[in-house]
């Protein structure tokens, strides 16, 4: 999920801590600003660069806007009682769902086909790469289009701020996707490789995948705060992950799926559809009052659906 910078200017591709609360809890003092940094454009609908069209009846043309009423969630992780959960019921409850191969049209024009892996994938951590290490190792000709042994031969190093090297996956060559990502035609099946090969292990993709790749796009920031009366709790924050958390340059990308009407056909609710993926954020007794509460709040009633989930879905049908 990384960004080549020669492609897609001013855009962050590192994500950082994005393993559970439960067992990497912050120290005190310590700062989680996963997935970015805040490298932010100044405006709700900066000008388009890089190319991208905006003209009518485009994908890019039916994106909503960037900025619109949110509801938040505060409460308590029924497993520790230092760690609070702030949760965007906005975008929770939207009906976003990835539709890689099924209409999604790519972060780079032309390249719909790529969806978002026209880039390599930047690694959090040597946890990151151990995992995803081993996960290659079960991979075979016949399942990985753009087979490499030997991890130098699979990575690379770059740099995901200009500044300090960091290793990520490698891309099949200039201006091609990750190598990883097998075409559609592949006879050993098409899509990500490691999502693939999760499958037919029976795990879920997540337990293969670089983290980047699995988180996206629930953005979660955590940061110890200070309370009136002087205690500290760590503080979790859930939302999207829109164009402006890629940095400036997210306002260059061709698409983008969190904002686009196209990726709000789901059959659930987000909370329920990536709960794995929360649980792995969060740890699982946080994620069992996440659940309660939203189903709660389905029942009483929404006041700030997300505006994508709106523009997709038949007015008589615009609850969750």
């Known amino acids: 999920m990384g960004v080549d910078d020669k492609q897609v200017d001013r855009v962050r591709t590192d994500i950082q801590h994005t393993q559970s609360h439960g067992p990497t809890l912050l120290r005190r003092g310590g700062r989680d600003r996963a997935p970015?940094?805040?490298?932010?454009?100044?405006?709700?609908?900066?000008?388009?660069?890089?190319?991208?069209?905006?003209?009518?009846?485009?994908?890019?043309?039916?994106?909503?806007?960037?900025?619109?009423?949110?509801?938040?969630?505060?409460?308590?992780?029924?497993?520790?009682?230092?760690?609070?959960?702030?949760?965007?019921?906005?975008?929770?409850?939207?009906?976003?769902?990835?539709?890689?191969?099924?209409?999604?049209?790519?972060?780079?024009?032309?390249?719909?086909?790529?969806?978002?892996?026209?880039?390599?994938?930047?690694?959090?951590?040597?946890?990151?790469?151990?995992?995803?290490?081993?996960?290659?190792?079960?991979?075979?000709?016949?399942?990985?289009?753009?087979?490499?042994?030997?991890?130098?031969?699979?990575?690379?190093?770059?740099?995901?701020?200009?500044?300090?090297?960091?290793?990520?996956?490698?891309?099949?060559?200039?201006?091609?996707p990750c190598v990883f990502l097998n075409d559609a035609d592949f006879p050993g099946g098409g899509g990500c490789a490691l999502h693939g090969q999760a499958l037919r292990d029976g795990v879920h993709p997540l337990t293969y995948k670089p983290d980047v790749c699995w988180q996206l796009p629930v953005r979660r920031d955590q940061d110890w705060t200070t309370r009136p009366d002087g205690s500290r709790v760590l503080l979790t924050v859930l939302t999207e992950f829109d164009r402006r958390g890629w940095g400036e340059g997210g306002h260059d990308l061709d698409w983008w799926c969190t904002s686009s009407p196209d990726a709000h056909g789901g059959a659930e609710p987000m909370y329920r559809s990536y709960a794995a993926e929360l649980t792995a954020l969060i740890g699982s007794a946080a994620y069992g009052e996440l659940e309660r509460l939203c189903a709660a709040r389905v029942a009483t009633g929404q006041i700030a659906p997300h505006p994508a989930t709106v523009a997709a879905t038949p007015s008589a049908e615009n609850a969750p």
């Open 36 to 176: 970015y940094p805040e490298r932010m454009a100044n405006q709700a609908d900066a000008p388009v660069r890089g190319g991208s069209d905006t003209s009518a009846n485009t994908p890019r043309s039916r994106e909503t806007a960037l900025d619109f009423p949110r509801e938040f969630i505060e409460f308590a992780d029924p497993a520790d009682a230092e760690h609070r959960i702030r949760a965007d019921l906005t975008w929770l409850l939207s009906r976003w769902s990835c539709v890689f191969g099924r209409g999604c049209h790519g972060i780079i024009a032309g390249r719909s086909r790529d969806g978002c892996c026209s880039h390599g994938a930047f690694f959090t951590d040597a946890d990151d790469e151990k995992r995803v290490r081993a996960a290659t190792g079960r991979l075979r000709r016949a399942t990985w289009q753009h087979y490499r042994r030997g991890f130098a031969n699979y990575t690379t190093v770059d740099s995901a701020d200009g500044d300090a090297p960091a290793r990520r996956t490698a891309t099949r060559g200039e201006d091609e």
